[in-house]
């Protein structure tokens, strides 16, 4: 999580939705479940002439898209179940052209590995060299890095050191810094008790949990209005 698999994929599907009559973008998460997929899929594909309102999600995908090449992204993907897979993709089976795409995002290897047709792109973290700048910027902006506040060099390639070249945690953690741009906070930041219950080399949890720790109070209690509801 936060290596920036669905940041890569929207870059990509920004720069080839052009090429597509029918571009659609699905975040499935932990529910992978064909008739949740196909409802929300259907609201993102134009209706067409002489549709019947009777027919089932899966009948009006496969109407929809007759004769149309369309984009399928399926963003976040935990859980593989042959049976669901088949159900969710037979309407698209039907569509009748070549050219079209699916993409999955997956963290889970043998998601991957069972839904692939070609060999799988496996995002690595950023090396140091790549994340620093990344960092840089999102304390920054376009002001030259470290500028007026040389002091805060140090503390802050630390802090990186700490961030295992995760881009979310760099950009979390960043903007967490950037709204206080003094050595104090920056101290309090790095020497945080936080960073001791990373449970592995994976774990973004604690610079995620840093920056919720520094919102203001009424911003935390939104934070939790936010997470009721769905995903």
Same mark, same amino acid.
């Given at each position: 999580?936060?290596?920036?698999? %669905?940041?890569? %994929?929207?870059?990509?599907?920004?720069?080839?939705?052009?090429?597509?009559?029918?571009? #659609?973008? #699905?975040?499935?998460?932990?529910?992978?479940?064909?008739?949740?997929?196909?409802?929300?899929?259907?609201?993102?594909?134009?209706?067409?002439? !002489?549709?019947?309102?009777?027919?089932?999600?899966?009948?009006?995908?496969?109407?929809? $898209?007759?004769?149309?090449?369309?984009?399928?992204? $399926?963003?976040?993907?935990?859980?593989?179940?042959?049976?669901?897979?088949?159900?969710?993709?037979?309407?698209?089976?039907?569509? !009748? %052209?070549?050219?079209?795409?699916?993409?999955?995002?997956?963290?889970?290897?043998?998601?991957?590995?069972?839904?692939? %047709?070609?060999?799988?792109?496996?995002?690595?973290?950023?090396?140091?060299?790549?994340?620093?700048?990344?960092?840089?910027?999102?304390?920054?902006?376009?002001?030259?890095?470290?500028?007026?506040?040389?002091?805060?060099?140090?503390? !802050?390639?630390?802090?990186?050191?700490?961030?295992? !070249?995760?881009?979310?945690?760099?950009?979390?953690?960043?903007?967490?810094?950037?709204?206080?741009?003094?050595?104090?906070?920056?101290?309090?930041?790095?020497?945080?008790?936080?960073?001791?219950?990373?449970?592995?080399?994976?774990?973004?949890?604690?610079? $995620?949990? $840093?920056?919720?720790?520094?919102?203001?109070?009424?911003?935390?209690?939104?934070?939790?209005?936010?997470?009721?509801?769905?995903?």
């Amino acid at each position: 999580g936060g290596i920036g698999k %669905t940041t890569f %994929t929207q870059h990509l599907y920004e720069e080839v939705k052009s090429h597509f009559q029918v571009p #659609i973008w #699905i975040c499935v998460s932990l529910n992978f479940n064909a008739n949740r997929l196909a409802r929300e899929i259907v609201k993102q594909i134009p209706e067409v002439n !002489g549709e019947n309102k009777n027919w089932s999600e899966e009948e009006k995908i496969a109407q929809r $898209l007759q004769s149309k090449r369309f984009l399928l992204v $399926l963003d976040d993907m935990w859980t593989y179940h042959e049976d669901e897979w088949r159900k969710l993709l037979a309407p698209f089976r039907k569509a !009748g %052209t070549g050219g079209n795409m699916v993409i999955v995002t997956t963290r889970i290897p043998h998601v991957a590995k069972m839904v692939k %047709t070609v060999d799988h792109l496996n995002l690595e973290r950023l090396r140091r060299e790549d994340i620093l700048p990344f960092f840089e910027e999102c304390v920054f902006g376009d002001q030259q890095p470290w500028k007026d506040h040389d002091v805060l060099r140090e503390v !802050g390639e630390k802090i990186v050191d700490k961030l295992k !070249g995760f881009p979310l945690a760099a950009k979390t953690v960043g903007r967490l810094l950037r709204n206080n741009l003094t050595f104090d906070h920056w101290t309090r930041v790095l020497d945080s008790k936080e960073w001791e219950l990373q449970t592995s080399d994976d774990d973004i949890m604690p610079a $995620l949990k $840093l920056s919720y720790d520094y919102l203001p109070f009424h911003l935390q209690q939104c934070f939790s209005y936010c997470a009721l509801f769905p995903e």
